[in-house]
């Protein structure tokens, strides 16, 4: 049986960032973006907080909270409902509980009693960002909200016999029951962020819950190296409806544990079936194999590229590649 | 006399990445790109390999090698000589030189004698960049083309009282005698990638020209850490004609020197008047203080988000620079 070819580490960024770019791809960009319903609140009626597919809008028709506006350009869908935060929280409760009940959303069958924010344009002098409202965490494909978590790469690094730093990275491969992307490969630790959460807070429980890892060293030791983004349109591999859109924001972490073995990721729930402790060259083998979870190989890659590990020389997209990792998204960021 | 208030690091970024974004500033981007007119070559007539002001677009009308139209949308100024490399790089050289001659540019009149590459879109099965031509390098903003350099941070580590990592950079000062961005501070070593040269090796050379590291030093220890690309407008700090495009992308590597002091940058030629080893609180104060030259403020910052001295949690604008210092251009990359 023939085995598919690899896929080149350029593949593996338009399998995940797969919105088509403005820059780029302007026709496209523009097909889509017209199309689709632009998720606004009646306080900034400008910005755009989401993208939402017309078989979603169409359940959002004749809802007394929202006004669908199928004739503007953009098309749009305005929460007109509630005047601060709590208030369109309840809004968007009551409307993403009513979508569930109807049975009609497979990815409302995943729900997760997790609140994910949604930020307006920063306003007044101190350029804050304002919390518009939250939202249940597996609603937000439908809504193409921009959600943020932090993922984190242990790794060890040794001197090796050419004098260069040899390094191995803590591989993680999913439960082979969980719901989504079972039995793939992760990052060391990773999470989504929710309302109110900080994100090196929420990096600090993730450690503890998902690897093991002592509180005191993520807190003296991980270090914060950027972040990775993308706007993914969901495909057969994320499970639920196809074609639902997932801006992400990725706070990007490292940690090198000592080499010694003194202190090594374990699983502590059922999220992780086993940790690897890979050489650059069997990560890269499984990030030709698709075996990451798509996400969490566009992480890997920015870790490599961050430590020297793929350079311009050796990587025939790397110019495209370094920009791709950390897309401008269209949306508020917190 | 009331000093100015000191400029946040998104005030550094927007003064660097000057042309608007089409993501987030639609209407903007597209007023530029459809007044200007876009450099394209016969082989390639649907891609854009830079933008020309209408200012320039008026001398290079009536010229036999080109052909202008202006009722196109976009407008366009095509190549129409030379069927190869060669052939078009000398009908270019000879453009440019009449351009000189005329004396009507000033940015002309630093002429380097140093041809910078052009590329086309990948092609065929191995997705080869095809160089289309070379440009010297003074007339690249004329054209709006894309240029490559490499930049280079060298620092020392230690470990504080607190356990934690302290940095200290090496910064140099440009000589006040310099043409361009005189007096001003900038990254360790820092240069263009000129037609044929590879981008380490023309790290090699500058850390030699501007600083005497050591070849194999640098050949053992420099790591490239990703890139930063961005797309300036010229201003009068630039000196010569304002508002010419500089869409550029620069390769990123650090440096780290022994902390005892056994090897430190030193001028070696009259391009750097002096090198200052600097905390990261002193680099923040020259940052604040605009005294860096503006791409070389944009590839400290991305050295201090790479080593978590700036995060998430102490800089309002993080998510958005972190993506901003990584500009996807609309130009075929090398």
Same mark, same amino acid.
């Given at each position: 049986m023939a085995s598919n070819p690899p896929a080149s580490n350029l593949d593996l960024i338009n399998e995940c960032d797969s919105f088509p770019h403005p820059t780029t791809s302007p026709q496209a960009y523009h097909a889509y973006t017209t199309t689709l319903y632009h998720l606004r609140v009646a306080a900034h009626p400008e910005t755009t907080l989401g993208y939402i597919l017309p078989d979603v809008a169409a359940v959002l028709h004749n809802l007394p909270d929202w006004e669908v506006d199928d004739e503007s350009i953009p098309r749009t869908i305005t929460l007109i409902s509630g005047s601060n935060e709590a208030a369109r929280s309840d809004v968007v409760a009551r409307t993403t509980e009513a979508m569930r009940m109807t049975g009609h959303f497979k990815v409302l069958e995943k729900w997760r009693n997790e609140l994910y924010p949604v930020y307006g344009p920063p306003s007044g002098a101190s350029k804050k960002k304002e919390l518009l409202f939250s939202m249940e965490r597996c609603a937000a494909p439908l809504f193409g909200i921009v959600t943020y978590g932090v993922h984190l790469t242990a790794y060890t690094r040794t001197t090796g016999a050419d004098g260069k730093d040899e390094y191995k990275i803590w591989v993680p491969r999913r439960a082979r029951t969980k719901q989504t992307y079972g039995g793939m490969l992760d990052n060391t630790v990773a999470g989504g962020t929710a309302t109110g959460e900080g994100f090196f807070e929420s990096l600090v429980r993730e450690c503890d819950e998902e !690897?093991?890892?002592?509180e005191e060293l993520v807190r003296s030791k991980a270090k914060q190296c950027g972040t990775v983004t993308y706007f993914y349109i969901r495909?057969?591999? !994320?499970?639920?409806?196809?074609g639902l859109f997932q801006p992400e924001c990725q706070n990007v972490y490292d940690l090198e544990l000592p080499s010694d073995g003194s202190v090594v990721p374990k699983p502590?729930?059922?999220?992780?079936e086993e940790f690897y402790h890979w050489s650059v060259s069997e990560v890269r083998e499984a990030l030709g194999k698709r075996e990451f979870k798509p996400n969490c190989a566009l992480v890997i890659l920015d870790f490599l590229i961050r430590h020297g590990l793929i350079t311009v020389e050796d990587e025939r997209d790397y110019l495209e590649i370094t920009t791709r990792l950390h897309r401008r998204l269209e949306f508020p960021l917190a």
């Open positions: !690897a093991s890892l002592p495909n057969a591999t !994320a499970g639920g409806e196809t502590n729930d059922d999220e992780v």
